[in-house]
């Protein structure tokens, strides 16, 4: 199976998922498990905004914490960075743990730093169902929302993989008990479904699991025997992951790439631009994609495999971001990918083989010096060490205490979800004692 059973984690069988696209598919689907949840909700994302998506989310998030289910929010502090305090204040308020992945300091009012985001977009209801893929909470993921409305994908997954994102999630939450389950206990055990769907779950973080999302990509590429669909929105990995996309085109392999051509980060694209001659000229297909802004993290590889989580194929999402994607060895989801990904090769531009010759000569010494500045970043950056913040306060209305768990087991194998901070209303005290008589919890 691709040489996956070498990862620490495995594959496990009898899963159901279906596939969700924009956020005209995955919303409403997300809400309904909601509304139905009877005791927990964990939720995970990069982005949480106060806007039509966002205002959705809290009231049922609300709804749901008053009919007695407990629920987690963690978003991070730079994609949420915008997030006002009334809308942090009335979750909070209803008895919802809300926390924070790692803010910044209390002297600084800007933006935190960009590297070592919590990057991933997950959501656990009741340890049924699970939620995974790229799309944040917040209306420009709604192709309705307009032009700027970004084309994206998520899965719904029931069976025994719901436990391996609950695990995670739980590890960054102080107040997490299975104990909240009640009489769902069992679900746990996530029992089979009819059908039998193997699925991994690989994630991304800067201890235990550096390089798992990408080595499960490599390991789908070297086995390759028909074909290598990828689509990414922010494509600029390492050498290697090149050379096996050449190397799997070289001995006949179908390897297509559908990439951002209108990005919502400019250099997105000159940054995947400085990539395309030597793949293009070992047979490599390219496309950008111009209907809208991409934000895919897909790919299908011959008929069986495919992926679909958080991880981009560049810097942030391989060297620094905590990610988590899935792998499902089962060829009617890989078909189904394969036809959106056909589909978005219809609303792209193919690059063509002698692009390079059209090119002006400095741009190509840009793309020479941008690609291997680039390729030996995240070795230098990731030499310095990531601070663990401290209790500090939170847009000058909120502070923030100790959030993940109390479970040593779970500490080991999640180290950084240290830096998860649950954020609780601000008081006046006069040292960190008092703090923690207040707050047993923080303990």
Not at 155 to 179: F, H, M
Not at 429 to 438: F, H, K, N, P
Request: proline share 5%; with cysteine; net charge positive.
């Amino acid at each position: 199976m691709f040489g996956l059973r070498q990862f620490k984690g495995h594959f496990y069988e009898g899963n159901r998922l279906s596939l969700l696209v924009n956020g005209e598919a995955f919303f409403p689907q997300l809400l309904q498990r909601i509304n139905e949840a009877k005791r927990e909700i964990y939720i995970e994302t990069f982005i949480l905004a106060d806007d039509p998506v966002g205002e959705d989310l809290k009231a049922a998030l609300i709804a749901a914490a008053e009919r007695g289910v407990w629920v987690s929010v963690t978003a991070d502090s730079w994609g949420s960075h915008f997030l006002n305090s009334e809308y942090i204040e009335a979750l909070t308020t209803a008895g919802i743990v809300f926390q924070i992945y790692d803010p910044q300091p209390s002297w600084y009012n800007g933006r935190p730093k960009l590297f070592r985001r919590l990057h991933r977009k997950l959501a656990v209801v009741d340890a049924t169902y699970g939620f995974i893929g790229g799309i944040n909470m917040c209306h420009d993921h709604m192709i309705s929302s307009g032009p700027e409305g970004k084309q994206d994908y998520s899965v719904e997954l029931q069976g025994p993989i719901v436990n391996q994102l609950r695990t995670l999630c739980k590890s960054y939450v102080r107040d997490a008990k299975d104990e909240h389950l009640h009489e769902l206990l069992g679900a746990l055990k996530n029992p089979a479904q009819p059908g039998a769907t193997p699925m991994a779950f690989v994630s991304r973080d800067n201890r235990r699991n550096r390089s798992d999302i990408e080595k499960a990509y490599m390991a789908g590429i070297r086995e390759a025997r028909e074909r290598v669909w990828i689509a990414n929105a922010y494509f600029f990995p390492g050498y290697r992951f090149v050379r096996a996309l050449r190397k799997a085109a070289k001995r006949g392999v179908d390897v297509r790439l559908v990439l951002q051509g209108d990005p919502d980060i400019p250099f997105a694209l000159p940054m995947a631009r400085a990539l395309y001659d030597v793949p293009i000229r070992s047979g490599v297909k390219i496309y950008e994609y111009l209907d809208r802004p991409l934000h895919a993290k897909i790919a299908v590889i011959d008929d069986e495999w495919a992926t679909i989580g958080s991880s981009n194929l560049d810097p942030l999402s391989l060297a620094f971001n905590l990610e988590a994607n899935i792998i499902v060895c089962d060829r009617d989801f890989n078909a189904q990918l394969a036809t959106e990904i056909q589909g978005l090769e219809k609303g792209s531009k193919k690059i063509a083989a002698d692009w390079v010759k059209h090119r002006r000569w400095y741009y190509l010494v840009k793309d020479f010096f941008m690609y291997h500045s680039l390729r030996h970043f995240p070795t230098f950056a990731g030499l310095f060490p990531a601070h663990t913040p401290k209790i500090r306060e939170l847009k000058r209305t909120f502070a923030t205490s100790q959030g993940r768990t109390r479970d040593a087991g779970l500490q080991r194998q999640y180290p950084e979800s240290k830096n998860a901070r649950r954020v609780i209303r601000k008081q006046d005290y006069d040292t960190i004692a008092d703090i923690e008589a207040q707050q047993p919890e923080a303990k």
